[in-house]
């Protein structure tokens, strides 16, 4: 049984374009900062086509095409960019950047802003740094009790993209009991794509004795995927393709629920599809669940280049 909706999101598809576009506008190489998305199958046939991945803007020789990932930089990274005149194309996903603008917005207003999110993670490195002031990162309640902050400090938090507004409630909920002047994001704000995506897996955990969910280690909304299945109280595996499909997790099991991260092509949950075919006849479906019709549009650069199209 696969999920509805599952694997790529509008802001993975645009970060993915925003690479081949700009292969076939200005040629190979590209330098593509970080991982564009989480994913090695993705990232490596973006570097068969010509991408170089770096971890340093150092790594890239000066006017070179340069893509920052979907994930968000920090603003030092931009000026770094600026400074050795890099040619920039921003993948950052719309929905991070509405973050980061949320983020300062609220420093405008004069208030401490808390950022809910996991340490370490590309986009809390982006966020923090997007926002002009000093940002306290909580990623548990006990962080949230543990803040240096008098009751009545003025607050306003942001959450990292890839937690859910259930993965924040019980953290939100905290900060309201600490703090008497406390803002945040309107509950719409959240990203849609980790929203559905974890409905969705709570909607297979009622039906499936085992989840799968195909994604990378590294892969934040991937990891929250299968945690919110075994939570349910389902077997759950985070497995990369059908290469990693351990037989003795089928034994005996009728209904296997497959969904992937936003990251994870869906020619991966076929590979998983395929494995389970060489243990056995299977018979394949689809639960119901929301049909996505979230796009984002590339820079206008690359919009422009575009073929025209001779229909
Ligand atoms: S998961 Fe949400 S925030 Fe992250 S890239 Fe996809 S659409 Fe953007």
């Avoid at 950052?92 to 509405?98: E, F, I, R």
């Avoid at 990891?223 to 349910?232: F, H, S, T, V, W």
């Avoid at 394949?284 to 001779?310: K, Q």
């Amino acid at each position: 049984m696969l999920a509805q909706p599952r694997g790529f999101c509008a802001g993975v598809i645009r970060a993915i374009d925003i690479v081949e576009q700009a292969l076939a506008q200005y040629g190979a190489p590209v330098y593509v900062r970080h991982e564009i998305v989480h994913n090695r199958h993705v990232v490596e046939r973006l570097r068969a086509k010509g991408a170089r991945f770096v971890e340093h803007l150092s790594a890239v020789p000066a006017g070179a095409i340069t893509i920052f990932s979907a994930h968000g930089v920090a603003r030092v990274v931009e000026i770094d960019a600026r400074t050795r005149d890099l040619h920039v194309l921003d993948a950052t996903c719309p929905l991070v950047a509405k973050v980061h603008n949320q983020g300062k917005r609220y420093v405008k207003d004069g208030r401490q802003v808390i950022l809910v999110g996991h340490a370490g993670h590309p986009e809390v490195e982006g966020t923090m740094g997007q926002i002009p002031a000093p940002v306290l990162l909580v990623q548990t309640v006990a962080d949230v009790d543990a803040l240096e902050l008098s009751a009545e400090t003025r607050v306003a938090y942001i959450t990292q993209t890839t937690l859910s507004v259930d993965d924040t409630r019980a953290i939100i909920a905290a900060l309201e009991r600490r703090f008497s002047d406390l803002v945040g994001p309107d509950i719409d704000d959240i990203c849609y794509a980790t929203q559905n995506r974890q409905s969705a897996v709570r909607q297979l955990a009622r039906i499936a004795d085992l989840i799968l969910v195909v994604g990378a280690r590294n892969s934040s909304n991937s990891n929250r995927l299968r945690e919110i299945g075994a939570e349910a109280g389902v077997p759950s595996h985070l497995i990369a393709d059908g290469s990693e499909l351990d037989p003795d997790w089928v034994a005996g099991v009728e209904t296997v629920g497959i969904t992937a991260g936003a990251s994870a092509p869906e020619e991966l949950v076929h590979s998983v599809l395929d494995a389970l075919r060489r243990l056995g006849p299977i018979d394949v479906a689809v639960l119901p669940g929301i049909e996505e019709s979230v796009e984002f549009r590339l820079p206008a650069e690359l919009i422009r280049a575009l073929p025209v199209s001779s229909g």
